[in-house]
């Protein structure tokens, strides 16, 4: 590969994924990104003068901001756009069917036209639904319970359909849940050290005992590109951390990391609507191909809390306007 088109680019997962290719491999990156509320220049700021970069503003919607990107000769597409929170879900839809069924099927119609050479889907184990026991493998049926993973297990099955179809050369990650460096203060990790670097509550869903098996983001991006240039075409590839916690053992780490009491600091809320209680990924399949997680998850966490500690420039712009509208609607009622 020489060229690779990154879509969703400047987000979290997708540009973790642009810093690692054009720091660690011989290749040309155009980004192509809608610029939503979670999309931010500043997460691909270290390697954005580089010359083998660049950007096109537009939606994966937009078959004419498709054609104008891939029309750069591609070899390669990754799809990261996506909307990404099940919260924003639950309160409108309507989105992320947009984005996921209506843009995947743009994309895999340009890649299609353009004969580009390689189509990589990324997706998440929420595609399984919850997990009582045991852990998901790529064989199990996809079980969504949320609009948000019903939108990407939709995209993952229009994927599958185009390699079975007209024979498209596809492949599939699902990732855990991510943290680390550049996450939009949304997610639990985020929003849980900034509000408790302000010294404000933390919102619990629950009884905060629903379990997640937890990734840091340079592995997940390590894990795509690995898949990207080593996966068995038409397949796809569970990417799990491996550090199954509970929500109240990561607040409570949390809290240790920024010297804040449960008692003062925690705030129990009304559970998420059809809350999954439990997501857990077998990711053999992607560990004998070569990739494994690199960062400890106690490590990794730690060094997460330091980042946002050290830069508040990043995200106190972020948790006002936009954000705090979101924040007041989701949590206020509750």
Known sequence: MKHVLVTGGLGFI???????ALTERDWHVTVLDAMTYAANPANVAAVSS????????????????????IGRGVDAIVNFA??????????????????AAIGTHILLEAAREHAVGRFLQVSTDEVYGDVEGGSSTERDPLRPRSPYAASKAGADLQVLAHHATYGMAVLIT???????????PEKLVPLFVTNLLDDQTVPMYGDGLQVRDWLHVEDHARGVLHVLEHGTIGEAY?????????????????????????????????DREG?????????????????????????????????????????????SGEFRAYYERQYAHR
């Open 82 to 99: 996506a909307e990404t929170h099940v919260d924003r879900s639950i309160l409108d839809p309507a989105a992320f069917i947009r984005t």
């Open 238 to 270: 569970n990417l799990g951390g491996g550090n199954s916690r509970t929500n109240r053992e990561i607040t409570e780490q949390l809290l240790a990391h920024t010297g804040r009491s449960w008692d003062s600091h925690v705030r129990h809320v009304r």
């Open 174 to 184: 699902r990732g855990s849940n991510t943290y680390g460096p550049y996450q939009y």
């Open 275 to 319: 809350h999954d209680r439990r997501y857990s990924l077998d990711a053999s399949k992607a560990r004998a191909l070569g990739w494994s997680p690199r960062h400890p998850f106690e490590a990794g966490l730690a060094a997460t809390v330091a980042w946002y500690r050290d830069n508040e420039a990043w995200w106190r712009p972020i948790k």
């Open 50 to 69: 580089d010359p083998r970069y660049a950007f096109v503003h537009g939606d994966i919607c937009d078959a004419a901001a498709v054609r104008q990107a």
């Open 14 to 20: 997708g540009s973790a994924f642009v810093r690692q």
